[in-house]
């Protein structure tokens, strides 16, 4: 395909002919929200949305005015045009059922509108993360029909708003990236079939939660802190932005492993992200351009849902570094790792003669 002038419009009517011929139009609506949320969050503080609401959303979490106004975006921009059964968001307790004025069809769509929004305040790139599921008949969707492994995703994407906006899309056939072109308006094709490295020397992951995670975890990420002098024999950058679409693009772009892994600190949570509209899309993208996605003991794509809302562990990335943060669970799993003995602890360390 050539690369400068293929706009999102044409390739997803190209990507999409024959059985999901519909879904083009709905992920043309989609990219059309991105716009309006990119013209919002790139207006700051001239705005006047930033900061809080007085609201919580289901996760209990405080809802930004920019975390309501970008899921109203998306319900505005998607619901008229008969493509769906129904939408879901982080933002909102229950599926939304489109208004009785407009058509229905077969599609889901699920969406984390705006991810980071901690870092809306203090303009650091933010996102919109998307999955688009189907349901076998038409009508109105109940919460269960969204309640599909990853694997069954038809497509997925996020949009990122940072120096440029970018749509970062898959239907199964490889991970494509569209900057915006402010001027035209249209998403231009920049970033065609993107590849994940295989190796990389780059980790992602909140060390404040340190003590929290699992031995494997601190194993991999101890090893890699260790640099040259330890098992790993290679020095390793680190990175957190707290905003997953920004590090998986980073990740994208030239490599590297995310990790929100299982930790204890709140025992009634398997992990910090959400399966269905952070994890699945995230981990088909990252799929589809050649690594891996896993919660450390399994593929994030095979989990099946219990419920819409419900948080998974995530390592995704590079496929040798997840490979081997998984083993890494295996051999803890099943005994054969030797327990992780912290530096500060070690012999001839601080607390040692
Ligand atoms: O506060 P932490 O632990 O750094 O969490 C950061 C994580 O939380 C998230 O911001 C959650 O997304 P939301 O802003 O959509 O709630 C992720 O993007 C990110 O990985
Ligand atoms: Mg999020
Ligand atoms: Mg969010």
């Given at each position: 395909?050539?690369?400068?002038?293929?706009?999102?419009?044409?390739?997803?009517?190209?990507?999409?002919?024959?059985?999901?011929?519909?879904?083009?139009?709905?992920?043309?609506?989609?990219?059309?929200?991105?716009?309006?949320?990119?013209?919002?969050?790139?207006?700051?503080a001239?705005?006047?949305?930033?900061?809080?609401?007085?609201?919580?959303?289901?996760?209990?979490?405080?809802?930004?005015?920019?975390?309501?106004?970008t899921?109203?975006?998306?319900?505005?921009?998607?619901?008229?045009?008969?493509?769906?059964?129904?939408?879901?968001?982080?933002?909102?307790?229950?599926?939304?059922?489109?208004?009785?004025?407009?058509?229905?069809?077969?599609?889901?769509?699920?969406?984390?509108?705006?991810?980071?929004?901690?870092?809306?305040d203090?303009?650091?790139?933010?996102?919109?993360?998307?999955?688009?599921?189907?349901?076998?008949?038409?009508?109105?969707?109940?919460?269960?029909?969204?309640?599909?492994?990853?694997?069954?995703?038809?497509?997925?994407?996020?949009?990122?708003?940072?120096?440029?906006?970018?749509?970062?899309?898959?239907?199964?056939?490889?991970?494509?990236?569209?900057?915006?072109?402010?001027?035209?308006g249209?998403?231009?094709?920049?970033?065609?079939?993107?590849?994940?490295?295989?190796?990389?020397?780059e980790?992602?992951?909140?060390?404040?939660?340190?003590?929290?995670?699992?031995?494997?975890?601190?194993?991999?990420?101890?090893?890699?802190?260790?640099?040259?002098?330890?098992?790993?024999?290679?020095?390793?950058?680190?990175?957190?932005?707290?905003?997953?679409?920004?590090?998986?693009?980073?990740?994208l772009?030239?490599?590297?492993?995310?990790?929100?892994?299982?930790?204890?600190?709140?025992?009634?949570?398997?992990?910090?992200?959400?399966l269905?509209?952070?994890?699945?899309p995230?981990?088909?993208?990252?799929?589809?351009?050649?690594?891996?996605?896993?919660?450390?003991?399994?593929?994030?794509?095979?989990?099946?849902?219990?419920?819409?809302?419900?948080?998974?562990?995530?390592?995704?990335?590079s496929?040798?570094?997840?490979?081997?943060?998984?083993?890494?669970?295996?051999?803890?799993?099943?005994?054969?790792?030797?327990?992780?003995?912290?530096?500060?602890?070690?012999?001839?360390?601080?607390?040692?003669?």
């Amino acid at each position: 395909m050539h690369i400068g002038r293929t706009t999102l419009s044409k390739f997803v009517i190209e990507q999409t002919r024959g059985a999901h011929s519909e879904m083009g139009a709905l992920l043309i609506d989609v990219a059309a929200a991105v716009k309006t949320i990119s013209g919002l969050v790139g207006k700051g503080a001239l705005s006047g949305f930033s900061g809080s609401m007085d609201s919580t959303n289901v996760q209990g979490e405080v809802q930004k005015k920019l975390d309501v106004l970008t899921n109203e975006a998306i319900l505005r921009h998607c619901e008229w045009g008969g493509q769906l059964a129904g939408m879901a968001s982080e933002e909102m307790d229950a599926p939304y059922a489109i208004p009785a004025q407009y058509p229905r069809g077969r599609y889901l769509l699920i969406f984390d509108p705006l991810d980071g929004s901690s870092n809306s305040d203090v303009n650091v790139s933010v996102g919109t993360i998307f999955s688009i599921l189907q349901r076998s008949t038409a009508g109105d969707a109940e919460a269960a029909d969204f309640l599909q492994p990853g694997a069954q995703q038809i497509a997925a994407g996020y949009a990122i708003y940072g120096p440029s906006t970018m749509l970062v899309l898959t239907v199964g056939s490889g991970t494509h990236g569209f900057t915006l072109d402010r001027e035209s308006g249209n998403f231009i094709l920049t970033h065609a079939d993107i590849r994940v490295p295989e190796a990389t020397r780059e980790f992602a992951i909140n060390t404040s939660n340190a003590r929290f995670w699992e031995p494997p975890v601190q194993r991999y990420v101890a090893e890699c802190q260790a640099g040259k002098t330890g098992v790993r024999g290679e020095d390793f950058n680190m990175r957190w932005i707290a905003s997953m679409v920004a590090e998986v693009h980073r990740i994208l772009m030239r490599g590297g492993i995310f990790m929100y892994p299982k930790d204890s600190k709140d025992p009634s949570r398997p992990g910090r992200l959400r399966l269905l509209y952070e994890a699945n899309p995230m981990a088909m993208l990252v799929e589809q351009a050649g690594g891996a996605a896993s919660t450390g003991r399994g593929r994030i794509l095979e989990v099946v849902p219990e419920a819409l809302h419900q948080r998974v562990p995530v390592i995704l990335g590079s496929r040798e570094e997840v490979e081997r943060v998984e083993r890494y669970h295996h051999d803890h799993d099943t005994g054969v790792d030797r327990p992780y003995v912290s530096p500060l602890f070690a012999e001839r360390s601080l607390f040692r003669d």
